[in-house]
């Protein structure tokens, strides 16, 4: 693959090893001014290291930004509006952030004028896709490099001598590879690779790194509440948050409740099988949350239609589809779903188990004077269920009495 | 809502105080024929005092059948292969045996030349459409009496009147209102009613039947391994196991350690909104091996199709109409799906918690070949990836030139 | 069914012998007085003979009010932006008015104090459920009184003697039966019943009434050109026109073209089949034309998303849902589709036929630099579909190596 | 792109001047021995001279099929069987042929022992992947040459000099450019490219091969009749036909009526938007005459499910994913409900319109007892409708009375 013609190009970087080669890489082999852009979207680390390391390769435009607060209100709370889960398991923790990420350096291409953008991710996994998705749909003429797809340092040994021969420095324990990798942000920690890849192998607790094990949490639950508005979450215990500092706390709860694991063996969008460990405390939490409070105030058919198509909002946002029409078009209908969802969830958390216990909210749908077993009243005439039923079941007696007996079609 | 004429009445009869009064009811308010109809679904109660009361009440036919094994076996079995759900939550416990007792109702209706059929279900609930779309899909032309929506005994003192003035005994725990109302068989327990009608409150632990509490479960995990053959669970720790055996085995490994519990504001098909507690303690604990088996044996496309259809699936088995074309024709496609679903899955269970741990199958499609962080032999070619993307985004890149940014629509 | 207790009624009323029964009917049986309303929805009648006889009927508060440009601009128009078919071929020109009336007849009772409402449906039909869930969806307590299901005039006979007795003028060729029942408004108008009853038997041409015959039509093409706005059609050869003129001119077009006519067994919500014959002349050339210009201006995942959710959003609105959160929260994702749905359509209407000739748009997403057979001078790289083609045959492969031939589960 | 190393391929050749060319280069290029497979689909063109243009070309295996009777009984008819159509309006004439192709290439290739097969489908269109996603699910292994994608023949100038230099006879019309392209089979015929590129501009007459156009056609009806057996066409006016027979006897009557024209512009699976003139004669009356049966044969949910799920099949099979575990489930599905669907409607053709006139069936669902307008005897009880109104009506009215007037979400 010849290299395209790039004048200049916006860089994911993170500081490390990896993205310290492609600057370095991009330099040499495009001959062009790279320009590093380090995002805070809650992965745990400092940002600062990054900005001198990319000072010393010579990055004169260098862009670090915190964006924990539009991670979780623009990204993270839309999703969780439609319960998300890929294949029924997987919260989407790194899948959400792929698009910000994308989003902010073609911003920042506008901004400085680069016509590339490069990111760090392999040829075989989603994030790839993900980045590059998103590229196009926000400038479709940009020209993405992906030095992974590219490049001839194909192994470890490669790349750390790329490294030392150009000055860029490897700490110790990166001379090792690591046992597996690991992507990290204020929604989620995914470990995957290496010592995982056998699915019929249990994780050893060491991947674990954002929960302690049930095991090790607390022999008493704790018990909170979450007020939510409009769908989103907004207090806990009362205490009116920000979106990140709301799932901040909520991962401290999670974490010391050893809540939000999942061994998990998925599909890749680039269709091969992959095996993660996932940890999810306090969007686990949250999800429960937001179910026990959309059970009490959506509609049975809003809440039906929003089930049946979230599997494909899911996997819209697994597949790195987040710019499409397609995810705006559900996430209209979702958010529309969402006006009434307003109120009080308890939960209890205890040794990785998260519990509703009770909801409560201005907009309740449950109608206690209809539902009781005492005497209601008149609020519901249950000679009524008869002509339901006759009705239902017109079309099953006349299937039945031409011959299909039980539905047999 | 005059009496029908009726010469011969079909029963659902458990032996307990309502349908002992629904016998005596329905002798003398249509003078009719009962015959009394006693099935063994698990729900662990005996069931030969309900024929000696049969006997008691003059009832010269009754059925007293151990319909266990038909039960996992083509009605459970069949619905877990979907993963159903009903609103992401409920494992559909009551609604799951409904059609099998209104099935073996039919049938004895046909064998005994009754021409009619009575459950004990209210007017307010799920269950009177369960049985009523069953007996209508089965025998269109069957006269369904159910009593509690026609008689006038609308208060527990009437009944119990009735009871007294009818020589029906009355235990003395009969006597005072029940704090809730329970549905239990070999699937789960569902208790509902009274003391838990108000959804703010958190449900007392007598509630709780068929499992102890998270917090009384032993302090180290149980592991455990399950095999499947076709989409269904064949052996628990290598043991082969028939279907009954295998979830009554299950039950005693849920209850042990705290699995299955489930509080839950759901919505009916007869319009409100309803809460109820659930126990599903083996049934929590196949969900998660049939998700952890099938996540390596099936191809994601058939996987991401039966996840779509799964809310429909659920809802149909919910709303009754487990005997209909529709769900027969969603449960062919279902069970095409299954016949790679064969291997073996490793699970730890653990206060509550259900972890698949490891998988395995000869028919495995997950490739560690392909899959790996280390170097494939050209098991896939990451340039391939490029034309993929490339090929996903033109038409987000046609989009964005025609001035739709990031996929507006 | 006893007499409910009701103060004030508000009748949709026609002028006709049914409803002019209705009217005294329900002063005589509930004692009540009733207010009538009348709209002019494009069904092709006077209204002012209406007005007359319900003054000559005592009536003190009539309401005639005429509803065309809200009818197409609120009701048909958001529901062509879908594509919306029942059952793949009808254009739901009855359901789609029903809502309409009943919500004004909601907002005459608000104002002038009413407590119930009644209509003239019968209770075999789908117009009933279609206005009485429109009633309660916008006032939930209302009393809803449906003479069809109540009264005792079941035949032919009865209620002309009704009439008679009560001094209700009865038009010569009411007298008789009416060979078919007609439904009709500006969408279309549909006949059923009687000698349409036997679905082998083909409608005679009499039937017809909104469009001439494909045989009698011209036998030259008549060629048009359609404007579109945001998914709208604004304009019919160039010429702006609101939404009811357009509409009567695109009637216009389809009535002397011999297009829209429809002879179709369809499912009602009330359990039944039924037969009927529709004409819609004008709304089978807009949907035609509408097509045409999303073809060019959709997205191709917009378009399938609609297209996979249209048979659901059909059905609400068959079913009488239109004021129900599920059908809101889909208009939400259509209408969010829309925005880019402008441009002309030209169209060939001949004999019965609709098709669309040239679609052109300043949106369109159709780049013929792509696609073009000529060399396309790098918009598209061939080799890209390399990679594209063997990313998605992954899947298979890793399961054709499994042993699954073809795709076999 | 290096050539890879192939012994033996086997080519799909039509025997037209582009796989003319394409074998000759496949022997110079890859250096392998060629097999050649022709198949007779219905295209309408001898096989005789593939066959000696192939020998003359020194291939020494040759095989030529006549698969027209395997191409409607099992791939066109299961099409059928759920009424596909790919965006509302399209067929999927050329879809549904390429996997028959692909699999007969395969199992030719493992008749001969070949490593590798070859199609003549260019890099832009959807026929690459159709093609090859059938080879790779169906031989995991299999190389896979485009030559379209790999070679320099990029313009007809020069694959008309390589074909001089090769010897390869250059019919005169072929020297210049085709107007356009044409794809053609039992099923249909295709035409695009060149004159058709603009969407804008009408397609002209002489664009259509398989039909008149309906202006030419007689100005008199033709009436037919057609059985159906479970699903599938079996005669025409009462005369027993085979599959392939039907369709041509049904072709001949939709090309006299000029049946079946098509203008469309579509989304193609590799991303961008082309316009296409379909003739599908025979095909459009066998969609509406099979939608016919079903109307009085289909349960109204087993419809509903199938129409939901049209939308999904039919993209699956344009992309090219026929053999598939998801295409099996689906076709399962739809398979399941055509047990009933057996009898006899009767369609009147008429200058490009096909109108359904009747239908009869001994399974028919239809009850005239149920739906008469006449006195029905008890069949169905109106009062039955009340009580269906108003559970289905409950839901709403507990919205409204939480304040959400209308279905306000």
Chains 1, 2, 3, 4 share one sequence.
């Not at 924990?68 to 899948?95: C, H, I, W």
């Not at 799932?247 to 401290?252: G, R, V």
């Not at 694991?261 to 993660?276: H, P, Q, T």
Request: charged share 25%.
């Amino acid at each position: 693959m010849a290299a395209k013609s790039v004048k200049k190009v916006v860089l994911a970087y993170s500081g490390g090893l990896d993205t310290s080669v492609i600057l370095k890489w991009l330099q040499q082999t495009y001959g062009c001014e790279v320009v590093t852009f380090t995002a805070d979207l809650g992965q745990g680390e400092e940002l600062e290291p990054a900005r001198r390391k990319a000072e010393l390769a010579g990055v004169k435009q260098i862009f670090v930004d915190d964006l924990r607060e539009t991670f979780v209100k623009d990204f993270v709370f839309p999703m969780f509006r439609a319960n998300a889960l890929y294949e029924g398991q997987y919260l989407l923790g790194t899948s959400i952030a792929r698009p910000l990420i994308a989003q902010r350096q073609i911003e920042i291409a506008e901004e400085v004028g680069a016509d590339a953008v490069a990111h760090g991710a392999t040829g075989k996994g989603n994030d790839q896709v993900r980045f590059e998705l998103a590229y196009y749909a926000l400038k479709p003429d940009v020209t993405v490099i992906a030095p992974w797809r590219e490049w001839d340092l194909t192994s470890r040994t490669r790349l750390i001598e790329f490294a030392e021969k150009n000055q860029i420095q490897v700490t110790k324990d990166k001379r090792g590879e690591a046992p597996f990798s690991v992507d990290a942000n204020l929604l989620h920690s995914s470990s995957e690779g290496k010592i995982l890849e056998d699915p019929a192998v249990e994780a050893d607790e060491i991947v674990y790194q954002r929960t302690i094990s049930p095991e090790n949490a607390p022999d008493v639950a704790t018990t909170i509440t979450m007020d939510f508005h409009n769908g989103d979450a907004v207090a806990i215990n009362g205490v009116a948050l920000s979106p990140a500092t709301l799932l901040t706390e909520l991962n401290a709860l999670g974490k010391a409740n050893g809540i939000g694991r999942l061994d998990l063996v998925e599909n890749r969008f680039v269709g091969m099988k992959s095996r993660g460990i996932y940890e999810t405390p306090g969007g686990t939490i949250l999800l429960a949350a937001h179910r026990g409070i959309e059970s009490i105030t959506l509609d049975r058919e809003a809440a039906h239609l929003k089930d049946s198509l979230m599997p494909r909002y899911a996997e819209l946002i697994y597949n790195g589809f987040w710019f499409s029409p397609e995810r705006r078009m559900l996430q209209a209908l979702i958010d529309t779903s969402q006006g009434s969802v307003t109120g009080r969830v308890t939960l209890k958390l205890y040794k990785g188990n998260v519990t509703v216990i009770g909801r409560e909210s201005p907009n309740s749908l449950y109608s206690m004077k209809v539902v009781t077993f005492e005497d209601d009243q008149g609020a519901y005439n249950q000679v009524d269920a008869q002509g339901f039923i006759k009705l239902q079941a017109l079309r099953l007696r006349l299937g039945a009495a031409a011959g299909r007996r039980g539905g047999t079609p």
